[in-house]
């Protein structure tokens, strides 16, 4: 079956800090690719998204490429803000699979001053 | 963008009983999801709901534990039945629109 696996948080970075977070996925096809974040109190949100091999996506700042050869999709921010503070999740929706995502675990992400 | 709402946002319940949560969209909608987020865990999707029909279960859900209704395009309930502390969870509402939203969750603990 279709799984995400994600890097165990929680992260605690200084802020202009350079952020990485790893996901890797197994799933069969070429699945869609997301990243969404959950600041606390709110509800999840879609950060970004990549639907094929080599795509990028890109939203705030953040970006992760869609890498089939290593079945990766790494959020990475270059400088990242107290504001950024959240949980981060990676999931995966199957080829043609109706939209039904699987989640990873989730990341927290702390950035201290 | 959809606008997803949730009622309640959070409810404390006894042993034994059920709660329905309901959810909005503010946008007619074909696909609507149920997913479950348990304390320190990922997202589980219980079921898909689609207007008109029976909704589809995942495995490990059952209908009698999660019943769910769909009677139009805007509008969905979950209702967790005979809860037990192993129900305390997120439950959030999702739906498809060109991508996919989710609602605010209703977070629910079971004494």
């Known amino acids: 079956g279709n799984s995400v696996t994600q890097m165990e948080g929680p992260v605690t970075l200084s802020e202009e800090a350079f952020l990485t977070i790893n996901c890797t996925y197994t799933a069969t096809g070429y699945p869609s690719l997301f990243w969404y974040v959950q600041y606390p109190g709110e509800g999840l949100q879609l950060l970004l998204k990549a639907t094929k091999a080599d795509d990028k996506g890109s939203n705030k700042g953040f970006e992760a490429t869609y890498r089939k050869e290593t079945t990766s999709f790494h959020l990475e921010k270059g400088s990242v803000q107290v504001s950024d503070s959240a949980v981060y999740f990676c999931?995966?929706?199957?080829?043609?699979?109706?939209?039904?995502?699987?989640f990873g675990t989730g990341t927290q992400l702390k950035v201290e001053l | 963008s959809a606008v997803i709402s949730q009622k309640p946002s959070r409810d404390i319940c006894q042993r034994g009983t059920s709660l329905t949560i309901q959810c909005q969209v503010d946008s007619q909608v074909t696909m609507m999801f149920w997913y479950r987020q348990q304390p320190g865990q990922s997202l589980t999707l219980i079921a898909t709901?689609?207007?008109?029909?029976?909704?589809?279960?995942e495995s490990g859900f059952v209908i009698d534990k999660f019943p769910i209704s769909r009677p139009n395009l805007t509008f969905s309930t979950l209702t967790v039945s005979n809860m037990s502390p192993e129900d305390s969870s997120i439950y959030l509402c999702?739906?498809?629109?060109?991508?996919?939203?989710f609602g605010p969750g209703t977070r629910l603990t079971v004494l």
């Open positions: 999931a995966l929706s199957p080829t043609g699979g109706g939209n039904k995502l699987t």
């Open positions: 709901a689609n207007q008109g029909s029976e909704a589809t279960y």
């Open positions: 999702s739906v498809e629109d060109i991508t996919t939203f």
